[in-house]
Nanobody
Framework: QVQLVESGGGLVQAGGYLRLSCAAS????????MGWFRQAPGKEREFVGG????????KYADSVKGRFTISRDNAKNTVYLQMNSLKPEDTAIYYC?????????????????????WGQGTQVTVSS
């Protein structure tokens, strides 16, 4: 069983920044690939970005590329999402997720079905 707890969400003006954190339980965090997803009201949950188990590779949705950065600290069982130049369209609930087979894959998964565990989400609201 893996528990994921997100934090760091809030209200920010357009052009501002936030850093989300996701703390994971478990002794094998360093073998998981991790992803960040978001879901806006009335929309489907979508991939934001992901990071490989080692932290050596990252992948981003086109909508956030160049503005968002994912990193991880395996010693702290934590993954981060640094969000800069925020836009009103970034408003959503943000979820982190763990891909337990990440170490066995040669790619960072972008589809929800690859992820086994999810956090409860943290609200990010960007005002114009």
């Amino acid at each position: 069983q893996v528990q994921l707890v997100e934090s760091g969400g809030g209200l920010v003006q357009a052009g501002g920044y936030l850093r989300l954190s996701c703390a994971a339980s478990g002794r094998t965090f360093s073998t998981y690939a991790m992803g960040w997803f978001r879901q806006a009201p009335g929309k489907e949950r979508e991939f934001v970005g992901g990071i490989s188990w080692s932290g050596g590779s990252t992948k981003y949705a086109d909508s956030v590329k160049g503005r968002f950065t994912i990193s991880r600290d395996n010693a702290k069982n934590t993954v981060y999402l640094q969000m800069n130049s925020l836009k009103p369209e970034d408003t959503a609930i943000y979820y982190c997720a763990a891909d337990l087979l990440g170490q066995r894959r040669s790619f960072i998964a972008t589809f929800l079905a690859y992820y086994n565990y999810w956090g409860q989400g943290t609200q990010v609201t960007v005002s114009s």
